[in-house]
T-cell receptor, first 108, second 114 residues
Framework: GQSLEQPSEVTAVEGAIVQINCTYQ??????LSWYQQHDGGAPTFLSY????GLEETGRFSSFLSRSDSYGYLLLQELQMKDSASYFC?????????FGAGTTVTVRA | SAVISQKPSRDICQRGTSLTIQCQVD?????MFWYRQQPGQSLTLIAT?????????ESGFVIDKFPISRPNLTFSTLTVSNMSPEDSSIYLC???????????FGSGTRLTVV
């Protein structure tokens, strides 16, 4: 089976930087991705790492180390609208398995 | 990325009844995925729907409870059968992007069973 671990919640102030770590155990690993979900909304795709290294998309960056079965999502220049749940998800075989999610709360 | 229309967006149903959820994708896709998200929880894959073959169910989910149809490459339905209050959840469909990196989700169906 698959298991993913990420912190349950993080609180930070506007303008700060937040790093959400994700460790995983899975077979048939293809890559690690990140999704954002606001209350009452559907998950939206943020980033994907199929290879080791850093992927940058605007204020968000994601990192993967396949040898360590570890990745992180970096949220920079935090804004109030970034308050949401963030899920790491491993792509294995042809499907996704999700972590439990990290609730990020941004304070003014 | 694909655009998915999912309906209904929400429903309140009596226990013992069934509800069918529909997802329409604006492009042809090989696989469609159905997830359940219980209140405050993560997403759990129910099954994968392939056109022309029976759906593949994950451990803990069975066809009698969650029958799935996939009549063509742009449409799928999930039925939640003989509902109980424990079935109260958000149900989401999803497809993979053509690039093979991200997945797009429907807007979800918020089901309450009373």
């Amino acid at each position: 089976g698959q298991s993913l671990e990420q912190p349950s919640e993080v609180t930070a102030v506007e303008g700060a930087i937040v790093q959400i770590n994700c460790t995983y155990q899975t077979s048939g690993f293809y890559g690690l991705s990140w999704y954002q979900q606001h209350d009452g909304g559907a998950p939206t795709f943020l980033s994907y790492n199929g290879l080791d290294g850093l992927e940058e998309t605007g204020r968000f960056s994601s990192f993967l180390s396949r040898s360590d079965s570890y990745g992180y999502l970096l949220l920079q220049e935090l804004q109030m609208k970034d308050s949401a749940s963030y899920f790491c998800a491993v792509k294995h075989d042809y499907k996704l398995s999700f972590g439990a999610g990290t609730t990020v709360t941004v304070r003014a | 990325s694909a655009v998915i229309s999912q309906k209904p967006s929400r429903d309140i149903c009596q226990r013992g009844t069934s509800l069918t959820i529909q997802c329409q994708v604006d492009s042809q896709v090989t696989m469609m995925f159905w997830y359940r998200q219980q209140p405050g929880q993560s997403l759990t894959l129910i099954a994968t729907a392939n056109q022309g073959s029976e759906a593949t169910y994950e451990s803990g989910f069975v066809i009698d409870k969650f029958p799935i149809s996939r009549p063509n490459l742009t449409f799928s339905t999930l039925t939640v059968s003989n509902m109980s209050p424990e079935d109260s959840s958000i149900y989401l469909c999803s497809v993979e992007s053509p690039e093979g990196d991200g997945y797009t989700f429907g807007s979800g169906t918020r089901l309450t069973v009373v």
